[in-house]
């Protein structure tokens, strides 16, 4: 469910038209609806709940200030995985005790930079990292508490490139392999174990491989505390997917998620961490676009956006599928006819969706894409020397620029022309 209804014939953002903040942001824009966003982290504390748990929302997802502050005023976690990102959350307002370091390849600064600043937890994803982390917590004099990041080799049967938990990904040790890390992370000084990690992948629509990742992780648990290490928290990852179409099969609800955790892991009197991105942010914003032309081609016609690849590149990246609808309302029954969305980016790959039923639409015309919340502005690029677009936050009938569209003097004064040429 989102707060994005069409409303006297208008597509508004909860109390807000679309085409106000269009009129006053100019497009291409995205707008994040703060009730959407509430609604999505309270249904993970509910699911979870009799647990102790922290919900630790994945900043990468989407990592707008405004929007940490947010989530973080409600009680949420953070779940970063950089220095910046790390810095986005402190900026948030969130005290590092509910700030998670995940990521593959923190750096000694970036470990450093949290240490000072307070933390929670680091997910620690290799021997060699663990080797750093104790050396850089050490010379600081304090102990850094730590899960390791342990790989389960599920298939999460999600699109190749966002599937992390089998054997061949980088993530992650092997699980086979924990006795033997837990051993050396109890030696190492300046670490205190504190729990298990687990991430499989991203926009899983089955609760399937979660469970199976699960039992194993709860197997692992009795393993480890029969080894004399502490497992106090379960961090289980994110990952759960969003409906991108109104159409297909819904994915597992976050009520039908935390039944199965409780089920899996309750009995293990565990602290339960989840780093859910996309199921709160990704149904919580939309891509508004106005339509630069309409083009008749060869056996096809091409509807061409002001918004391209470089402001969301999911469809160019994992062929993603986006809704995009009109954002004046159609009347019922009003033709429609098949068009290729694409944007002005000279790439083939610039193209939103083919042969996609779409209203007679015209010049000027505004659309939005659904689903753009997660891994849509946070993507973004400036290929093409365009400028980065707007992030607007919507609550109730305000809204606000939460990210202004920088000007092409900031953008060209920050290349530099060397003396010597
Ligand atoms: C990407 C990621 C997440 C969030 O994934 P979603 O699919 O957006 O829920 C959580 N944890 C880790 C370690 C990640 O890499």
Redesign the pocket.
């Known amino acids: 469910m989102d707060h994005f209804l069409y409303r006297d014939g208008a597509l508004h953002a909860e109390d807000v038209a679309i085409p106000e903040i269009a009129a006053a942001v100019g497009t291409p824009f995205y707008v994040y609806s703060a009730a959407t966003l509430t609604r999505h982290y309270r249904l993970f504390t509910e699911a979870l709940t009799p647990l102790p748990h922290l919900v630790c929302f ?1 900043i ?2 989407l990592s707008n200030v405004a929007v940490l502050k947010l989530l973080g005023d409600l009680g949420a976690g953070m ?1 970063v ?1 950089s220095g910046g990102e790390y810095r986005r959350a402190k900026a948030a307002g969130v005290p590092g005790s509910r700030i998670v370091f ?2 593959v390849g923190k750096t000694r600064e970036e470990m450093r930079l949290a240490l000072e600043g307070g933390i929670r937890q680091f ?1 620690v994803e290799s021997e060699p990292e663990m080797r750093a982390l104790s050396e850089v917590a050490t010379a600081l004099g304090v102990v850094a508490p730590i899960a390791v990041r342990v790989n389960p080799d599920v298939d999460a049967r999600t699109h190749a490139k ?1 599937a ?1 938990g089998k054997s061949e990904n980088k993530f992650g040790i092997p699980i086979a392999r924990a006795s033997e890390v837990y051993a050396e992370a109890a030696r190492l000084p300046g670490l205190r174990v504190v729990g298990i990690d687990v ?1 499989i ?3 899983l629509t089955e609760l399937a491989p979660f469970e199976a990742a699960y039992t194993k992780v709860a197997e692992l648990t009795q393993r480890l505390r029969g080894e004399g290490h502490v497992i106090e928290r379960l961090d289980l ?5 969003i409906p991108y179409t109104r159409s297909n099969e819904a994915p597992p609800l976050p009520s039908d998620y935390g039944a199965m955790v409780k089920r899996v892991l309750g009995g293990l009197g565990c602290e339960i961490e989840i ?5 709160i942010s990704g149904n919580s914003g939309l891509l508004v676009a106005s339509v630069i032309y309409v083009k008749q081609g060869e056996g096809r016609d091409f509807l061409i956006l002001d918004a391209a690849m470089n402001d969301l590149v999911r469809p160019a990246m994992y062929e993603a599928h986006h809704d995009i609808i009109p954002v004046t309302e159609p009347p019922p029954a009003s033709p429609t006819q098949p068009f290729d969305v694409v944007g002005p980016v000279c790439e083939t790959g610039d193209t939103f969706a083919r042969g996609r039923e779409m209203p007679l639409l015209a010049e000027g015309d505004l659309v939005a894409f659904r689903s753009a919340g ?2 849509g502005a946070v993507m973004a690029s400036e290929y093409n020397s365009r400028p980065l677009i707007p992030e607007v936050l919507v609550k109730g009938d305000h809204f606000a620029v939460i990210r202004a569209r920088p000007s092409f003097d900031e953008i060209l004064n920050r290349d530099t022309i060397p003396s010597w040429l």
């Open positions: 994945a990468k997802s779940d995985v995940s990521g997910n966002i992390t991430h992948g991203s926009q990852g994110g990952g759960l997917g780093e859910p991105g996309r199921l997660a891994y």
